[in-house]
């Protein structure tokens, strides 16, 4: 090879390399360059694009923004909505003035992002976070931006991105979603906050409310489930003199998460991108059921989800239309029983409602420095003062919150505290009416005291009588066993989660089992299950969550390794016995009792050998083998371990219910306590204990 072709070789394979580190390293494009159609920006860690597109069956081409590495293009972000081209003559410049324009035709303004600052050297630019903004070339601090996609958004809302009001210059940041997925012009329906005395997240179809979140009252917004407590994301929602807004933002950055609003199902949906099936899976859904519909029960109706009808009268209060009370009169609401009078205010009263959606109302005032006892009077006072609370109730509450006027879109929060930041509020009434409805109560509540010790007497004489008879426990027989495929089989595991998620957080008194096992949980005749055998319960205050005591009593093979060797019981030595029980159900086998022929290892031991092999499939019961969810069946294993780790690495039962029903990523278990069949010894003998097929309970001092 001659010199004059060595130097012509060396001159190509520059240009190819300079031409290919220009094409794909590119996340903005400056004053002098252009983005035209074939062309994209890529940010720079490679999760999103900028470029043209045309959705759907749809011709037309858009300008958008779309996640870079999730094939099927998922677009969250579109400039040139109302206005698209129809043809390929697109072209995103920064024009003379500084102002970000898209053209058509390359005369004709198909979209523009005009700035109130005067630009001098901008570029623009693709962000990591999804966000396209105009900017400085040495300026890198978002507040000082010229413009930014993120304070425009479309139907999508990303991590990062504020939802809500600049009020300095009157910026509302709103979704609004496709018309269709042909069409990305605003659809009906559109999701932001709504200003007012008591701001909160707003749901409409075109100007009507169609779903409201409750105001925030410090911990979350009072009707939302899935926000309090998730492992995907956490939110913040900033209320000042300057801003109004929510924002969100992941806690494992590996994770994918947006919220989108569809117009087709009139929802806003969270969703999850799930890497191994390649598709997005809808985490959290509004709304959720019947009872998020605004307003579905009228003035002091209360939407109870498992009531017939599911709208109720609040206390005192007596259907509007009780002759014609269906679905097409619900609206009408209801109105009170006793009328009240402003001129006597000894006959005066407020009757406390608890755990409710915070109530919309034609006007309501706020104070927040004003304490529960001064709200009250203020609100005695005023004679069209309907209702008060507290603002704000973390910390145990502080602040004032009054309605004036009649209470409408109400709902009651589910006993299995689905909704945790749903608070109390105290509703005017005469006093004579507080006190009927006081003493009511007292006698409800010592009838419901006596059939449930009744109740509990009879059961455990039933039971012992059958054990007598035939020793059995739930899943000791096989024929029955085998009935029992995956979908009975999770609803039962369900029904555990949640009866133990009731005991632990949502019933008054906190309530540790402290003997959890599969024969102690009884079946009905639909197959739901129901913890039984409270005769090893303890109950502790609402801010504790463990004791200790000096008598361990319990049954081997199901007690958490503190529990057995210290003494020490908790909440959490009650999710050790459900991933026992978890594990059990999977498996159709017993852990007390069974032992692997080849290797002497007890079931978790086992269960723990198979997983770390990965081979956790072989421990599936053979008569699910064949149910081809597989998947489904390895996450409850998956959970039962995270169950079985060490005291301070179980979650609670709360993570666990929400961990059944999603498809978020788990985390790796930790070593598991495996002295879950062993006894030990540092025990006494003395010590009373149990096999798996009866309980001995040893009473002692409260």
Known sequence: MDIFA??????????????????????????????????????????????????????NRYLGIWYNNIPGRTVVWVANRLNPINDSSGMLMVNSSGSLVLLSQ??????????TKKAWNPIVQLLDSGNLVLREEKEENPEKYLWQSFDYPSDTWLPGMKLGWDLKIGLERRLSAWKSPDDPSPGELSWGVELHNRPEIVLKKGTKKFLRTGPWNGLGFSGVPGLDDNQ?????????????????????????????????????????????????????????????????????????IGKLPICQCVEGFKHKSPDTWNPDEWSKGCVRITQLSCEDKDKIGFAKFVGLKMPDTTYSWVNGSMNLNECRVRCLNNCSCTAYANSDIK???????????????????????????????????????????????????????????????????????????????????????????????????????????????????????????????????????????????????????EGNTRRVV????????????????????????FGI????????KKNRGWSHPD?????????????????????????????????????????????LQHHDDRPNMSSVVMLLHSEAPLP????????????????????PSSVNEITITVLEAR
């Open 232 to 304: 995907v994301y956490t939110y913040d929602f900033v209320i000042n003199s300057d801003e109004v807004y929510l924002i969100f933002h992941l806690i494992k950055k590996s994770v994918i998460s947006r919220a989108v609003l569809n117009e087709n199902t009139s929802s806003y949906e969270r969703c999850i991108w799930v890497e191994a099936d390649k598709k997005w899976t809808t985490y959290i859904s509004s709304p959720k059921d019947k009872c998020d519909t605004y307003n579905l029960c009228g003035p002091y109706g209360n939407c109870i």
């Open 581 to 588: 029980s978890l594990l059990e159900i999977i498996s159709g």
């Open 554 to 577: 319990g049954t081997y093979g199901y007690m958490a390794p503190e529990y057995a060797i210290n003494g020490i019981f908790s909440v959490k030595s009650d999710v050790f016995s």
């Open 395 to 545: 910390n145990g509450g502080s602040g004032c919150a009054m309605w004036f006027g009649d209470l409408i879109d109400i709902r009651q929060a589910a006993a299995s505290g689905q909704y945790p930041s749903m608070q109390d509020i105290y509703i005017r009434m005469p006093a004579s009416e507080q006190v009927n409805q006081k003493e009511e109560k007292d006698k409800h509540k010592t009838k419901l005291i006596v059939i449930v010790v009744v109740s509990i007497a009879v059961v455990f004489g039933v039971l012992l009588i059958l054990y007598c008879i035939s020793k059995r426990s739930n899943f000791r027989d096989q024929t029955r066993a085998k009935v029992l495929g995956w979908s009975m089989r999770f609803n039962i595991i369900h029904g555990i989660a949640r009866g133990l998620l009731y005991l632990h957080e949502d019933s008054r008194l906190r309530i540790i089992h402290r003997d959890l096992k599969a024969s102690n949980v009884l079946l009905d005749n639909k197959m739901i299950p129901k913890i039984s055998d409270f005769g090893m319960a303890r109950s502790v205050g609402g801010d504790q969550t």
């Open 106 to 115: 390359n005369t004709t303004v198909a979209w523009s992002a005009n700035s």
């Open 668 to 687: 790796e278990p930790k070593e598991v306590g495996f002295f879950v069949g062993k006894k030990s010894p540092s025990l006494s003998k003395n010590q």
């Open 6 to 59: 060595f130097v012509l070789l060396l001159l190509s394979s520059s240009l190819l390399l300079f031409f290919f580190v220009l094409s794909d390293a590119a996340d903005g494009i400056a004053k002098s360059e252009s983005l035209t159609e074939g062309m994209t920006l890529v940010s720079r860690d490679g999760s999103f694009a900028l470029g043209f597109f045309s959705p759907g069956n749809s011709g």
């Open 599 to 643: 290797h002497n290892l007890n079931l978790v031991e086992h269960a723990w050998k198979l997983w770390k092999e990965g081979r956790p499939l072989e421990l599936i019961d053979t008569c699910l083998e064949d149910s081809g969810i597989q998947s489904k069946i390895k996450r409850c294993l998956h959970i039962s371990f995270l169950c």
